[in-house]
């Protein structure tokens, strides 16, 4: 979980690491659990909650059973700001690319995998790559098909290692191919340059090449490779352009209304609103080729794909995208370009009829809108301008706008980005193959530690830096601290063992094995006297399913440095499948009932 709050003293918006919290199974209905139990142990009003921002999947933004829905329950002032919208631009992305039948996406497979377990052809490459003086992008890291516009990426590095692939690939081509071929190789290596000495250089790697071993799946691979990169050229650089310029639009995420978001979201596409095909977007070099080949055979095809997969992605985004949301559109009047405007006054006062459980109640926002729009004292804003650094020079101006400041504080404040999708990345660099057996609290600590020094910008050694090493000021919160976190975290390993023991929080170990003794005591007696016991004695009598038994001269698992947790599945005890299995079926018994059947039993084992 991250939060992210606006920094009074540094001025900017800031983004901590909240909590992580360990979930075995992930519903609605858990995570609502895990999450009260959070904010209640960690003393967070629901109220302090401005909005949440999750991926828009059933468990989180159900309309009907989803965590949102839930939380909406606790905290019934909560903003709705849609989910994240790097989702919808990802699935727009993937709409657009359906209709190409997914040409290039299995390019870009093929490439990453024909070099991912081949360190000799990504070493050819790179060297051919460096004859001919182009950028070196590893295919390895190529099109993922769960992630964001990978496809983007992809496009261009392929886009600018054509001729490289073209060069690598010809020596997989068979006898009559290269024939066919040779000449267009031949304009590739006049049109970079490549003398005599890198082109025999040249032959000589191809020739390695093309007597390289492979498996009847590396063939048909490679076989696929060369027809998109030599027979079918000309489609595959029409749709790398294609993917450059159009996804790149996308990518950078701005897009201009010039309807009212009413009307673009109930319209409806028609023939007669498109661009004739001729005019269509298609990327700079397939516009180059439409204008030089209007007849050419593959052109009409791939204009009519084109058009299917513009109208395919403007219907998603219609559909997808919250055009007619108002919260979204009274947040757009914080944008300081609409100061003075009378349209962003009324929005800002819809707003606060959001948020006025979070303003002062002894303030007259009105009364601060309107002096707001007219203030000249405040600085011009220029666009490109950062603004969060301009509602920086409102908030520092004592008393003059106490609960705007307080709205847009809580308004700047709102996730935006997919910002959880980052912190995956952090995760991967903390926790590997090495120290998979982390348990939460480390894991806990250290990325609230690093995103600390991440929204600050400043390493470990620059934040807690000191003038004066030796007369400084020292810090005695944190030494304090830093002095208390061991026996803090050993207290709460042992609190979590008694628990799993039964003792409860409060039970010393003086008194747990006091406890003990006195059970092992009366178990002692009712075994003396023979008396009648129940099973129900036998279960209660020692350690719970939860419960670990530590035997004489065994470190206790307290004492280590990762906390010990029960495997509640695995308490029993396996049983030799060669051994007899001695099922008790009566709850009552007594000690010469049992011995009686024992007897039975064991002459029924020696006469076999």
Same mark, same amino acid.
């Given at each position: 979980?991250?939060?992210?709050?606006?920094?009074?003293?540094?001025?900017?918006?800031?983004?901590?690491?909240?909590?992580?919290?360990?979930?075995?199974?992930?519903?609605?209905?858990?995570?609502?659990?895990?999450?009260?139990?959070?904010?209640?142990?960690?003393?967070?009003?629901?109220?302090?909650?401005?909005?949440?921002?999750?991926?828009?999947?059933?468990?989180?933004?159900?309309?009907?059973?989803?965590?949102?829905?839930?939380?909406?329950?606790?905290?019934?002032?909560?903003?709705?700001?849609?989910?994240?919208?790097?989702?919808?631009?990802?699935?727009?992305?993937?709409?657009?690319?359906?209709?190409?039948?997914?040409?290039?996406?299995?390019?870009?497979?093929?490439?990453?995998?024909?070099?991912?377990?081949?360190?000799?052809?990504?070493?050819?490459?790179?060297?051919?790559?460096?004859?001919?003086?182009?950028?070196?992008?590893?295919?390895?890291?190529?099109?993922?098909?769960?992630?964001?516009?990978?496809?983007?990426?992809?496009?261009?590095?392929?886009?600018?290692?054509?001729?490289?692939?073209?060069?690598?690939?010809?020596?997989?081509?068979?006898?009559?191919?290269?024939?066919?071929?040779?000449?267009?190789?031949?304009?590739?290596?006049?049109?970079?340059?490549?003398?005599?000495?890198?082109?025999?250089?040249?032959?000589?790697?191809?020739?390695?090449?093309?007597?390289?071993?492979?498996?009847?799946?590396?063939?048909?691979?490679?076989?696929?490779?060369?027809?998109?990169?030599?027979?079918?050229e000309t489609t595959t650089v029409l749709q790398l352009s294609l993917y450059k310029g159009v996804l790149a639009i996308l990518k950078?995420?701005?897009?201009?209304?010039?309807?009212?978001p009413r009307a673009l979201r109930e319209l409806v596409l028609e023939d007669h609103m498109l661009l004739p095909s001729k005019d269509?977007?298609?990327?700079?070099?397939?516009?180059?080729?439409?204008?030089?080949?209007?007849?050419?055979?593959?052109?009409?095809?791939?204009?009519?794909?084109?058009?299917?997969?513009?109208?395919?992605?403007?219907?998603?985004?219609?559909?997808?995208?919250?055009?007619?949301?108002?919260?979204?559109?009274?947040?757009?009047?914080?944008?300081?370009?609409?100061?003075?405007?009378?349209?962003?006054?009324?929005?800002?006062?819809?707003?606060?009829?959001?948020?006025?459980?979070?303003?002062?109640?002894?303030?007259?926002?009105?009364?601060?809108?309107?002096?707001?729009?007219?203030?000249?004292?405040?600085?011009?804003?220029?666009?490109?301008?950062?603004?969060v650094d301009w509602w920086g020079h409102v908030f520092h101006q004592p008393g003059k706008y106490p609960a705007l400041s307080a709205?847009?504080?809580?308004?700047?404040?709102?996730?935006?980005?997919?910002?959880?999708?980052? *912190? $995956? /990345? +952090?995760?991967?660099?903390?926790? @590997?193959?090495? =120290?998979?057996?982390?348990? #939460?609290?480390?894991?806990?600590?250290?990325?609230?530690?690093?995103?600390?020094?991440?929204?600050?910008?400043?390493?470990?050694?620059?934040?807690?830096?000191?003038?004066?090493?030796?007369?400084?000021?020292?810090?005695?919160?944190?030494?304090?601290?830093?002095?208390?976190?061991?026996?803090?975290?050993?207290?709460?390993?042992?609190?979590?063992?008694?628990?799993?023991?039964?003792?409860?929080?409060?039970?010393?170990?003086?008194?747990?094995?006091?406890?003990?003794?006195?059970?092992?005591?009366?178990?002692?007696?009712?075994?003396?006297?023979?008396? *009648? $016991? /129940? +099973?129900?004695?036998?279960?209660? @009598?020692?350690? =719970?399913?939860?419960?670990? #038994?530590?035997?004489?001269?065994?470190?206790?698992?307290?004492?280590?440095?990762?906390?010990?947790?029960?495997?509640?599945?695995?308490?029993?005890?396996?049983?030799?499948?060669?051994?007899?299995?001695?099922?008790?079926?009566?709850?009552?018994?007594?000690?010469?009932?049992?011995?009686?059947?024992?007897?039975?039993?064991?002459?029924?084992?020696?006469?076999?």
């Amino acid at each position: 979980m991250l939060v992210r709050y606006y920094h009074d003293d540094l001025r900017k918006v800031m983004v901590e690491h909240l909590g992580s919290l360990e979930i075995l199974r992930v519903d609605a209905a858990s995570l609502e659990k895990v999450l009260c139990d959070f904010f209640v142990k960690n003393n967070i009003p629901w109220q302090n909650l401005v909005c949440l921002l999750m991926d828009s999947c059933a468990v989180m933004r159900g309309s009907k059973t989803g965590l949102e829905t839930r939380i909406h329950q606790h905290c019934p002032n909560l903003l709705d700001v849609d989910g994240d919208s790097c989702h919808h631009i990802h699935n727009a992305a993937k709409k657009f690319s359906e209709g190409f039948d997914g040409y290039l996406e299995r390019l870009f497979s093929d490439l990453q995998v024909d070099h991912q377990w081949s360190p000799d052809q990504v070493m050819y490459l790179k060297e051919v790559t460096m004859i001919l003086n182009l950028p070196v992008s590893s295919p390895q890291r190529g099109f993922v098909n769960h992630r964001w516009l990978s496809a983007y990426d992809a496009s261009m590095a392929t886009h600018a290692m054509m001729p490289a692939y073209q060069v690598l690939y010809y020596g997989f081509l068979s006898t009559a191919d290269k024939e066919l071929y040779k000449e267009p190789l031949e304009s590739i290596f006049t049109k970079h340059n490549v003398n005599q000495t890198a082109r025999a250089r040249v032959e000589v790697v191809q020739d390695k090449l093309a007597k390289k071993g492979m498996t009847p799946q590396g063939r048909e691979r490679k076989k696929r490779i060369c027809q998109k990169l030599w027979h079918e050229e000309t489609t595959t650089v029409l749709q790398l352009s294609l993917y450059k310029g159009v996804l790149a639009i996308l990518k950078d995420y701005v897009m201009i209304f010039q309807l009212s978001p009413r009307a673009l979201r109930e319209l409806v596409l028609e023939d007669h609103m498109l661009l004739p095909s001729k005019d269509v977007y298609v990327g700079q070099e397939a516009d180059t080729f439409r204008s030089q080949n209007p007849k050419h055979a593959l052109l009409v095809p791939f204009l009519a794909s084109v058009r299917k997969a513009y109208i395919t992605t403007a219907v998603y985004l219609q559909k997808k995208l919250p055009l007619n949301s108002p919260t979204l559109i009274a947040l757009s009047a914080l944008d300081p370009l609409l100061r003075g405007h009378s349209q962003a006054t009324l929005q800002l006062k819809r707003l606060s009829a959001m948020l006025n459980h979070l303003l002062p109640e002894d303030q007259d926002l009105s009364r601060e809108l309107v002096q707001f729009s007219v203030d000249l004292t405040l600085p011009r804003y220029k666009e490109g301008d950062g603004m969060v650094d301009w509602w920086g020079h409102v908030f520092h101006q004592p008393g003059k706008y106490p609960a705007l400041s307080a709205l847009a504080k809580c308004c700047l404040s709102i996730f935006h980005g997919p910002r959880v999708e980052s *912190s $995956f /990345s +952090l995760m991967n660099e903390i926790i @590997d193959q090495r =120290s998979g057996n982390m348990n #939460v609290e480390t894991f806990n600590a250290i990325q609230t530690a690093k995103y600390v020094l991440q929204s600050r910008g400043q390493t470990a050694v620059q934040m807690f830096e000191r003038s004066d090493v030796k007369f400084g000021e020292v810090d005695r919160i944190m030494c304090r601290n830093i002095n208390n976190a061991a026996a803090t975290y050993n207290k709460k390993l042992r609190e979590r063992q008694l628990q799993h023991r039964g003792y409860g929080h409060t039970c010393s170990a003086q008194q747990a094995k006091k406890q003990a003794a006195e059970k092992e005591k009366q178990a002692r007696l009712r075994h003396s006297s023979g008396e *009648s $016991f /129940s +099973l129900q004695d036998v279960v209660n @009598d020692g350690p =719970s399913p939860e419960e670990e #038994v530590v035997h004489h001269k065994q470190p206790d698992p307290g004492e280590a440095e990762e906390a010990y947790h029960s495997d509640v599945e695995a308490h029993g005890i396996a049983l030799d499948d060669d051994l007899p299995h001695i099922t008790l079926t009566s709850e009552n018994f007594s000690l010469s009932g049992l011995c009686e059947k024992l007897c039975v039993l064991l002459k029924f084992f020696t006469v076999q």
